[in-house]
T-cell receptor, first 114, second 115 residues
Framework: AQKVTQAQTEISVVEKEDVTLDCVYETRDTTYYLFWYKQPPSGELVFLIRRNSFDEQNEISGRYSWNFQKSTSSFNFTITASQVVDSAVYFCALRGGATNKLIFGTGTLLAVQP | DTGVSQDPRHKITKRGQNVTFRCDPISEHNRLYWYRQTLGQGPEFLTYFQNEAQLEKSRLLSDRFSAERPKGSFSTLEIQRTEQGDSAMYLC?????????????FGPGTRLLVL
């Protein structure tokens, strides 16, 4: 079975603080894909990143960075110098190599206070 | 390039009524997905199409649900005899490539409330 766990239900930070959102996944597939999506109050899921299981290189994009560790089955997301506009629900998702559907975690609500 | 669009954005209906939602994928995207998201949860897969062929359906998709993509472009999701438990956000996504390069891009969703 495939599963994504986002243990942090809600996180509240003050603007300019760094924040890390945790994601732990379970899969028996040797090839799989991990994703992060952002869901602002408007409801639309915005794609942030895709990472393939055979590529453990971490990635940085502006204030965003992702730490993929197969040894701990984790794919954590860090926002540096958070801003109010970062306030949203963030979802981690998994897609197995032999399937097309995304398996989502329950999401983490990030509130950035000014 | 416009994104995925969904219509309507909101729908309020009475229990027992039928409702139909429409999704227009990103142009040239041959894969189209439907997900359902209830409050406080992540989206759950319902079904997906490659061109006009419906290739997979979730157990969540009861007999009251039907989805079509007749010409391989837009898709409709119909719920017959709605129940209060059908209240949710219905999300549509589309993708262009299969396999390792596939990324699903989501629309704004249709929020359904069944009274």
């Amino acid at each position: 079975a495939q599963k994504v766990t986002q243990a942090q239900t809600e996180i509240s930070v003050v603007e300019k603080e760094d924040v890390t959102l945790d994601c732990v996944y379970e899969t028996r597939d040797t090839t799989y894909y991990l994703f992060w999506y952002k869901q602002p109050p408007s409801g639309e899921l915005v794609f942030l990143i895709r990472r393939n299981s055979f590529d453990e290189q971490n990635e940085i994009s502006g204030r965003y960075s992702w730490n993929f560790q197969k040894s701990t089955s984790s794919f954590n997301f860090t926002i540096t110098a958070s801003q109010v506009v970062d306030s949203a629900v963030y979802f981690c998702a998994l897609r197995g190599g032999a399937t097309n559907k995304l398996i989502f975690g329950t999401g983490t609500l990030l509130a950035v206070q000014p | 390039d416009t994104g995925v669009s969904q219509d309507p954005r909101h729908k309020i209906t009475k229990r027992g009524q039928n409702v139909t939602f429409r999704c227009d994928p990103i142009s040239e995207h041959n894969r189209l997905y439907w997900y359902r998201q209830t409050l406080g949860q992540g989206p759950e897969f319902l079904t997906y199409f490659q061109n006009e062929a419906q290739l997979e359906k979730s157990r969540l998709l009861s007999d009251r649900f039907s989805a079509e993509r007749p010409k391989g472009s837009f898709s409709t999701l119909e719920i017959q005899r709605t129940e209060q438990g059908d209240s949710a956000m219905y999300l549509c996504a589309s993708s262009e490539r299969a396999g390792r390069e596939e990324t699903q891009y989501f629309g704004p969703g249709t929020r359904l409330l069944v009274l």
